[in-house]
């Protein structure tokens, strides 16, 4: 059974910093990359940043320079450094991991993890 288990979430003052970890278990095939979305009240889900196995990195815009993205291959675990945060941050996190099996791939997705900045 797959799972993908987040931490570090919580309520922060604008200019603070957080530390999002997601570990995954479970998935048999080969990930090709982990990645982190959020999704604000009343808004769509966004990609905030993915990084593939071979720590190729890509982020959105409004976070580039403040967010950063790593994992440890070893563990299936992904990290997301935030750094500078603003309100406009305030959402849920939510982890996620693609694999690619021998026909088909798959989407893996956490129970989210909420992020909240204070202005």
């Known amino acids: 059974q797959v799972q993908l288990v987040e931490s570090g979430g919580g309520l922060v003052q604008a200019g603070g910093s957080l530390r999002l970890s997601c570990a995954a278990s479970g998935i048999i095939y080969s990930i090709r990359y982990m990645g982190w979305y959020r999704q604000a009240p009343g808004k769509q889900r966004e990609l905030v940043a993915i990084i593939t196995r071979g720590n190729y990195t890509n982020y959105t815009d409004s976070v580039k320079g403040r967010f950063t993205i790593s994992r440890d291959n070893a563990k299936n675990t992904v990290y997301l450094q935030m750094n500078s945060l603003k309100p406009e941050d305030t959402a849920v996190y939510y982890c996620?991991?693609?694999?690619?099996?021998?026909?088909?791939?798959?989407?893996?997705w956490g129970q989210g993890t909420q992020v909240t900045v204070s202005s």
């Open positions: 996620n991991v693609k694999s690619d099996g021998p026909t088909t791939s798959y989407d893996y």
